[in-house]
């Protein structure tokens, strides 16, 4: 029993004795350890919690009536077409013979074009001539005719005086030379008819010449030799309508189609600026010639001409074109709008205010909140909020937020 408690009492716990100091090198490496934990805790953060740059486009801000320029009040989209074209064909029904055009090839007003087969036209030329040649020699026999009835009935009229010939002598050759000068007129109008019929023959042979009506560039080159060429035909078998068409490029202009919600807007002469689809970076100017007084019920638009100050041979009828109307520049002294002009596009709303978000130095943007105004075609005046020069972003995503950084378009891989 006495070994048993002896043992027990070794086992017990002496809380009198103070503990052993712990070791130094224990604490620095406690000390290491919290350390690369910070550390590691960092670079997580800076690899995985810190949000990518979002990419953006972006757009400058721009002054109202800056440089007395003019500001677009509406845009719409048309096409270039010719005020003056032709498909040339000729008057007659005929074979072609010969085809001078190309297409490109500019043509000047009465230049050939093309000729048809003349056999037919010939002959009523040749026929024609022989009748005017035959009233002409009708007209001299008729003539030598009158002069002997004229001798002789001076003098049987002497003769009569005299009484040496009856009066009725002298009456039938009065009579005679009178029927002489009847037929003689009837033989002249017959000569100026088969004139005049030869002269139309002449016009016949001449339509078989097909001649551009004005100056301009073929666009298309619809027969060849051989081919029958009618004006009356329908296209249909074997039989063309036409030799070719023609367009004059110096009648080219631009038939947009404006909705009726915005036709207010424009007036004639307004000043405008086209854009082809075919060249997006060239700015064309122009100015409207007429507004079409009537609207199309099925797509409600109005058809509004506008004139192009500017010729060049790039622009060619069909071309796709965008049309911006301009309001007219103010003068020198009058009022200009007041605030700046962004993209529509640029402006959000957050929190029920319209709001930009203006890229500032490092790329870091700063959400603005706006006053706006009036709306500009695609663009948005803005009255207070923005300053000229500043560049915004276009089309903010939602989780776009104040102070965050962002990287233009195209430019990760630069």
Same mark, same amino acid.
Request: glycine letters at 8%.
């Given at each position: 029993?006495?070994?048993?408690?002896?043992?027990?009492?070794?086992?017990?716990i002496?809380?009198?004795?103070?503990?052993?100091?712990?070791?130094?090198?224990?604490?620095?490496?406690?000390?290491?350890?919290?350390?690369?934990?910070?550390?590691?805790?960092?670079?997580?953060?800076?690899?995985?919690?810190?949000?990518r740059?979002?990419?953006v486009?972006?757009?400058?801000?721009? &002054?109202?009536? @800056?440089?007395?320029?003019s500001?677009s009040v509406?845009?719409?989209?048309?096409?270039v077409?010719a005020?003056r074209?032709?498909?040339?064909?000729?008057?007659?029904?005929?074979?072609?013979?010969?085809?001078?055009?190309?297409?490109?090839?500019?043509?000047?007003e009465?230049?050939?074009?093309?000729? !048809?087969?003349?056999?037919d036209a010939?002959?009523?030329?040749?026929?024609?001539?022989?009748q005017l040649?035959? &009233?002409?020699? @009708? %007209?001299?026999a008729?003539?030598?005719?009158?002069? @002997?009835a004229?001798?002789d009935?001076?003098?049987?009229?002497?003769?009569?005086?005299?009484? !040496?010939?009856?009066?009725?002598?002298?009456?039938?050759?009065?009579?005679?030379?009178?029927?002489?000068?009847?037929?003689? +007129?009837?033989a002249?109008?017959?000569?100026?008819?088969?004139?005049?019929?030869?002269?139309? &023959?002449e016009?016949?042979?001449?339509?078989?010449?097909?001649?551009a009506?004005f100056?301009? +560039?073929?666009?298309?080159?619809?027969?060849?030799?051989g081919?029958?060429?009618?004006p009356?035909?329908?296209g249909g078998?074997?039989?063309?309508t036409?030799?070719?068409?023609?367009?004059?490029?110096?009648s %080219?202009?631009?038939?947009?189609?404006?909705?009726?919600?915005?036709?207010?807007?424009? @007036?004639?002469?307004?000043?405008?600026?086209?854009?082809?689809?075919?060249?997006?970076?060239?700015?064309?100017?122009?100015h409207?010639?007429a507004?079409?007084?009537?609207?199309?019920?099925?797509? &409600?638009?109005?058809?509004v001409?506008?004139?192009?100050? !500017?010729?060049?041979?790039?622009?060619v009828?069909?071309?796709?074109?965008?049309?911006?109307?301009?309001?007219?520049?103010?003068?020198?002294?009058?009022?200009?709008?007041e605030?700046?002009?962004?993209?529509?596009?640029?402006?959000?709303q957050?929190?029920?205010?319209?709001?930009?978000?203006?890229?500032?130095?490092?790329?870091?943007?700063?959400?603005?909140?706006?006053?706006?105004g009036?709306?500009?075609?695609?663009?948005?005046?803005?009255?207070?909020? !923005?300053?000229?020069?500043?560049?915004?972003?276009?089309?903010?995503?939602?989780?776009?937020?104040?102070?965050?950084?962002?990287?233009?378009?195209g430019?990760?891989?630069?």
């Amino acid at each position: 029993m006495n070994a048993s408690a002896e043992l027990l009492k070794e086992l017990r716990i002496d809380r009198k004795t103070a503990p052993p100091p712990p070791s130094p090198r224990r604490g620095w490496w406690i000390a290491l350890g919290v350390l690369g934990v910070v550390v590691l805790g960092t670079l997580a953060w800076l690899l995985l919690g810190r949000a990518r740059p979002v990419e953006v486009s972006t757009a400058p801000v721009v &002054a109202i009536g @800056q440089d007395n320029a003019s500001s677009s009040v509406l845009d719409a989209s048309g096409y270039v077409v010719a005020r003056r074209t032709a498909t040339v064909s000729a008057k007659i029904t005929g074979k072609v013979r010969e085809v001078m055009i190309e297409e490109g090839m500019r043509v000047e007003e009465g230049q050939i074009m093309a000729t !048809l087969d003349p056999i037919d036209a010939n002959a009523q030329r040749s026929l024609a001539a022989a009748q005017l040649a035959s &009233a002409q020699s @009708q %007209l001299g026999a008729l003539q030598a005719q009158i002069k @002997q009835a004229d001798a002789d009935a001076q003098r049987l009229q002497a003769l009569a005086a005299q009484q !040496l010939v009856s009066r009725s002598q002298f009456e039938q050759s009065v009579a005679a030379r009178d029927s002489l000068h009847a037929q003689l +007129v009837t033989a002249q109008r017959n000569s100026t008819v088969a004139r005049e019929a030869l002269a139309i &023959a002449e016009l016949g042979v001449d339509n078989n010449i097909v001649r551009a009506p004005f100056s301009g +560039v073929v666009t298309a080159k619809a027969a060849q030799p051989g081919e029958i060429v009618s004006p009356l035909s329908a296209g249909g078998g074997f039989t063309r309508t036409g030799i070719g068409t023609i367009v004059d490029m110096d009648s %080219l202009e631009i038939e947009v189609d404006v909705g009726e919600a915005y036709i207010g807007r424009v @007036q004639p002469q307004m000043p405008v600026e086209a854009t082809l689809n075919a060249y997006p970076d060239w700015k064309i100017p122009g100015h409207v010639i007429a507004i079409v007084p009537t609207a199309d019920r099925g797509k &409600a638009t109005v058809k509004v001409r506008v004139a192009l100050d !500017l010729k060049d041979p790039r622009i060619v009828p069909e071309m796709g074109v965008r049309v911006s109307f301009l309001e007219k520049p103010k003068a020198t002294g009058e009022h200009r709008p007041e605030g700046v002009r962004v993209p529509a596009a640029a402006i959000v709303q957050r929190g029920q205010k319209p709001v930009a978000f203006v890229v500032g130095d490092s790329d870091i943007v700063q959400a603005q909140a706006l006053r706006t105004g009036i709306e500009m075609g695609k663009d948005r005046q803005v009255l207070s909020g !923005l300053s000229a020069g500043q560049t915004v972003v276009l089309n903010p995503p939602e989780t776009l937020k104040d102070g965050d950084k962002v990287t233009l378009a195209g430019a990760a891989g630069k």
